[in-house]
């Protein structure tokens, strides 16, 4: 299942209205109707810095544990496909 068929938690937040897009405009990228061009901003490039360069070793560290990052792992319920998580880390 692709990313875009599924409300996660970022969809979540723009649901809310805490998200960088109107709920309209995540209604018609969920349905197809309008292209989710997002790449990334200055906030998004921060967060992978601190998840790579802190977060991560800060766990080894602490917990012994060893992450990594996942390639394409996407998950959805069963009985509700459109209620999905993408894992950042494993």
Known sequence: MTRNHLIGGTDAATLIGLGRISPLMLYLRLRGEMP???????????????????????????????????????LALDDEPRIGASFDFE
């Open 36 to 74: 989710d061009d997002f790449e990334g901003n200055e906030a998004t490039e921060a967060g992978l810095l601190f998840e790579d360069h802190v977060a991560v070793p800060m766990v080894g560290k602490r917990l012994g544990l060893d992450l990594r990052r996942p390639k394409g792992i996407t």
